[in-house]
């Protein structure tokens, strides 16, 4: 049986090496090299890879991202020089991580650790690692989500709000709605507290976009936004929206 | 351990005068109060000896137990025992020099509580005067032993701010070296070369707290030919530099953690190729080294520039001249600038010298 495998890396002497190592391992086909993110997620969607060689600080976004934007991500190897903030995630939930620079030994090893995982069919591992790696320091920096083909950064200073809509997150900005797979919870966790309040179960506001808070119906409120957008303000919401407005 | 003025010329010189002027003094008064000459003399250096040496005890006392708030009362004590005891014993010598002069002894009488008085407000004095200045120079060695402990920490933040090795650096340096070896083992061994001597010149510089610009900018084209290995084509570089910018000084390993942030957010923020320019020139008679990458204003907000690569340079500026305003950035279209003064101090020149 045989595999199909991807490298995705901006250096190109990085990639040289794990192409040599992989000459040995016939049963793996090294469908594409890629030297960004955006090339990597083209490339997954067209090749559909079994295993991802994968660096993580790369231009535009870092192989987490790229992660995030992928429907049902292959399994990871990720090939790193040195992230503390990453070991974390490495240790829980990677396949394996590969430390630059690497050898032969390290590197076979790691794919008999993939062939044996592959056959247990883990599919949760690379699920976690996305939720450990959300504690990696870009992540509450940026949004990155997909638009059709094209790929779309959005520093979260320029997000206005955002809305639960299924298994998606309606992302709000000034050029538009963005939909990314993700749960609101998620972004509690990762988006700074004292920029982004939970007004309410479905909404997420950045509060330097309020203009005015107004009572509505019963106990609730409604905030409104610069846009024009009404925001609705649960009960349990507007406590915490009047303490970091020092209301 | 305290100092005590009486081992100080400074102090000892308008202290003897003093009491030289006050033995005068006293010695006239008697005179004038119808005591003989002699008698005069020999009352007045007593008494007033006896004080002096009181005067010594004080110190002396004080240098070992100096007391705090609460203590305050028994220097009152200490007073009135030395005055007591100063009276018995003036009183006793004079009987031993004098025994039975009947006009001495009815001077003594009538000017009995004057004489007390007066020893009790030189005692007083003496015992304020040696408070004051013992606490004085606890103050003054508090306040040097602060100075010193705060140099110690500033040195320490210093030395780490200047070990700006990024581990990060090494490790991808070393795995392009790996993927050379096999392929082009003639640029492999040309890179090792490379980075030996990186390393070597920034170990030597981590020494020294002062360069001039032109060694600063010899390592730091090491550092940009290494990295060139690693991105390939995608990174290109300028340095440009005036004639008389380079003998001019500048903090040890000060441009490299600009130039990293410069690669950093110049070469990760775009897909394309790359190019970071380092430009020094001399401006009111400081240097300016400017370093400037492209970056993407739609993706990066102004802020990252900020990162925590460039406010260690603040950090070490500060610690180094006290300015907080010697680093600036700009954003000048799709080009992002930091900028560098460097103050070129005749200090500067003694410590290099050193």
Not at chain 2, 81 to 108: D, K
Request: glycine share 4%; net charge negative.
């Amino acid at each position: 049986m045989s595999y199909k495998v991807l490298i995705i890396d901006d250096e190109p002497l990085a990639r040289a090496v794990v192409k040599e190592y992989l000459e040995k391992h016939t049963q793996l086909q090294l469908a594409e090299e890629c030297s960004n993110g955006f090339e990597g997620v083209k490339a997954v969607q067209q090749h559909e890879p079994d295993l991802i060689f994968l660096d993580i600080q790369m231009p535009k976004i870092t192989g987490f991202e790229m992660l995030e934007l992928i429907e049902n991500p292959p399994h990871v190897i990720f090939t790193t020089a040195y992230d503390e903030f990453a070991m974390q995630a490495f240790e829980a939930n990677a396949v394996d991580y590969l430390l630059k620079p690497f050898s032969q030994e390290r590197f076979d090893k790691a794919i008999s650790k993939w062939m044996e995982k592959n056959n247990a069919a883990d599919t949760k591992a690379t699920e976690n690692l996305l939720k450990e790696a959300a504690r990696h320091p870009q992540q509450n920096e940026r949004v990155v989500v997909k638009t059709g083909s094209k790929i779309k950064i959005i520093p979260v200073q320029e997000i206005h709000y955002m809305e639960a809509a299924d298994d998606y997150v309606k992302i709000i900005t000034a050029e538009g709605a963005f939909l990314k797979k993700q749960t609101m919870g998620y972004f509690e966790d990762v988006l700074d507290a004292s920029l982004f309040v939970r007004t309410h179960r479905s909404y997420m506001v950045n509060i330097q976009e309020i203009t005015r808070i107004d009572p509505y119906e019963k106990e609730n409120h409604i905030a409104l936004l610069k846009s024009g957008a009404k925001i609705p303000v649960s009960r349990a919401g507007y406590p915490k929206l009047k303490s970091i407005l020092g209301l | 351990m305290a100092v005590s003025p009486f081992q100080s010329k400074k102090f000892m010189v308008p202290f003897s005068i003093f009491w030289f002027v006050w033995i005068s003094a006293h010695q006239l008064v008697l005179y004038k109060m119808g005591l003989d000459w002699f008698a005069a003399l020999t009352d007045s250096i007593v008494s007033n000896t006896l004080l002096i040496w009181g005067a010594w005890l004080v110190f002396t006392i004080m240098r070992y137990y100096l007391p705090r708030k609460e203590g305050i009362f028994n220097l009152f004590l200490l007073v009135i025992v030395l005055t007591a005891a100063w009276f018995f014993a003036q009183s006793f010598i004079m009987n031993v020099i004098y025994p039975g002069n009947a006009q001495y002894r009815e001077m003594l009488n009538n000017t009995l509580p004057l004489r007390i008085g007066i020893a009790f407000l030189i005692n007083g004095c003496v015992t304020m005067f040696a408070y004051a200045y013992y606490n004085w120079q606890e103050k003054s060695d508090t306040d040097k032993q602060k100075n010193e402990a705060e140099k110690l920490t500033r040195d320490a933040e210093l030395y780490k701010l200047r070990q700006q090795l990024q581990p990060h650096f090494l490790f991808n340096a070393l795995n392009s070296i790996n993927a050379l070896i096999s392929i082009k083992p003639d640029e492999a061994r040309k890179m090792v070369q490379q980075l030996s001597e990186f390393l070597r010149t920034t170990l030597k510089k981590e020494e020294k707290q002062w360069v001039k610009l032109d060694e600063e900018l010899h390592s730091l084209q090491l550092y940009l030919d290494i990295e060139k290995v690693r991105f390939g084509n995608r990174l290109t570089t300028r340095i440009e530099a005036d004639v008389d910018t380079l003998t001019m000084q500048l903090p040890a390993l000060l441009l490299q953690p600009l130039v990293e942030n410069a690669i950093k957010f110049g070469l990760y923020d775009t897909t394309e190729s790359t190019q970071i320019t380092v430009k020094a020139m001399v401006v009111d008679n400081e240097l300016k080294v400017a370093v400037e990458n492209p970056f993407d204003a739609e993706t990066s907000p102004a802020k990252k520039g900020t990162g925590f690569g460039l406010s260690s340079v603040q950090r070490r500026l500060f610690l180094l001249f006290g300015r907080n305003e010697l680093l600036q950035t700009e954003t000048k279209e799709n080009i992002f600038i930091t900028t560098v003064m460097i103050p070129q101090w005749q200090t500067i020149n003694e410590e290099v010298q050193q």
